[in-house]
Nanobody, 114 residues
Framework: QEQLVESGGDLVQPGGSLRLSCSTS????????LGWYRQAPGKQRELVGL????????MLADSVKGRFTISRDDSKSTLYLQMNNLRPEDTAVYYC???????WGQGTQVTVSA
């Protein structure tokens, strides 16, 4: 059974950094494009970015360009989201997902506040 488990969310001050991880199992990780999504309170879930099977970031939301980096380690079946220069508007639950499949993690909370 496919499993995705996010971790690394925390409370951080504006300007700070966090690294989220998404550990996976139950499918061939290297076969799939993977994505990070986020959902802020009262808002719809939005796509943060996608990374393809070659490790190339194929999409990154304008709001995070220059601050967030997506990477993957196929040997560990793990997806990462490095978030720098965090802003209060980045506060959300962050989810990882396998592209073209309805496989989601449970989410990890990121709160950016002074």
């Amino acid at each position: 059974q496919e499993q995705l488990v996010e971790s690394g969310g925390d409370l951080v001050q504006p300007g700070g950094s966090l690294r989220l991880s998404c550990s996976t199992s139950g499918f061939v990780f290297s076969w799939f494009t993977l994505g990070w999504y986020r959902q802020a309170p009262g808002k719809q879930r939005e796509l943060v970015g996608l990374i393809n099977t070659k490790g190339v970031t194929s999409m990154l939301a304008d709001s995070v360009k220059g601050r967030f980096t997506i990477s993957r380690d196929d040997s560990k079946s793990t997806l990462y989201l490095q978030m720098n220069n965090l802003r209060p508007e980045d506060t959300a639950v962050y989810y990882c997902k396998v592209d073209t499949r309805p496989w989601w993690g449970q989410g990890t909370q990121v709160t950016v506040s002074a």
